[in-house]
């Protein structure tokens, strides 16, 4: 995704891989926005807004292993 200046996305909020967040756009908790650009799609689930600190935590515990990938 990519998030343009001044555009705020919320802990909790959701940004679809690919996505466009224009300038000034807030990505508020527990909501999913995708597109380019990016818009409101839906809330999320609990479920999945449980996820979302977890997702966060394999990419920290990966970090070494996709270093290595990208050139």
Same mark, same amino acid.
């Given at each position: 995704? +990519?998030?343009?200046? @001044?555009?705020?996305?919320?802990? =909790? *909020? @959701? #940004?679809?891989? *690919? /996505? #466009?967040?224009t300038p !000034?756009?807030?990505?508020? +908790? =527990?909501?999913?926005? =995708?597109? %380019?650009?990016? !818009?409101?799609m839906r809330d999320l +689930?609990?479920?999945? /807004?449980? @996820?979302?600190?977890? /997702?966060?935590? %394999?990419? #920290?515990?990966?970090? /070494?292993?996709?270093? *290595?990938?990208?050139?």
């Amino acid at each position: 995704a +990519t998030i343009i200046d @001044f555009a705020v996305v919320e802990s =909790g *909020g @959701f #940004v679809a891989a *690919g /996505s #466009v967040v224009t300038p !000034k756009k807030r990505i508020p +908790t =527990g909501q999913m926005w =995708g597109g %380019n650009p990016a !818009k409101y799609m839906r809330d999320l +689930t609990p479920e999945e /807004s449980a @996820f979302i600190p977890i /997702s966060a935590e %394999n990419y #920290v515990k990966h970090v /070494s292993e996709y270093k *290595g990938l990208i050139a």
